[in-house]
């Protein structure tokens, strides 16, 4: 069993940067792929970003390619997104996921979710 918590939502103007952190319990934290969706309102929940367990391997979309860096640290279980040029259309609730194997990267599925923070980017 994995629980996850995010921090670091907020309000930004945009061209700022926020960085997220996802807190992991359990001691098996750096056998999982761990990921990072948004939802934004009425929209479908899309991915965003994701890392292997090892931290070797990254994934992101197309839409934040180049802007989000997401990055790991084992030893204190916990997964980052640092989000960098801002903008408008970054505004959504971030969920951090968690999976052993997922079947696919971006469309998972993904065993665990954290409860989500919310990001708001003015213009």
């Known amino acids: 069993q994995v629980q996850l918590v995010e921090s670091g939502g907020g309000l930004v103007q945009a061209g700022g940067s926020l960085r997220l952190s996802c807190a992991a319990s359990?001691?098996?934290?750096?056998?999982?792929?761990m990921g990072w969706f948004r939802q934004a309102p009425g929209k479908e929940r899309e991915f965003v970003a994701a890392?292997?367990?090892?931290?070797?391997?990254?994934y992101y979309a197309d839409s934040v390619k180049g802007r989000f860096t997401i990055s790991r640290d084992n030893a204190k279980n916990t997964v980052y997104l640092q989000m960098n040029s801002l903008k408008p259309e970054d505004t959504a609730v971030y969920y951090c996921?968690?999976?052993?194997?997922?079947?696919?990267?971006?469309?998972?599925?993904?065993?665990?979710w954290g409860q989500g923070t919310q990001v708001t980017v003015s213009s």
């Open positions: 996921v968690a999976d052993l194997a997922p079947r696919t990267v971006v469309a998972g599925p993904y065993d665990y």
């Open positions: 890392i292997s367990w090892s931290g070797g391997s990254t």
């Open positions: 359990g001691r098996t934290f750096s056998s999982y792929t």
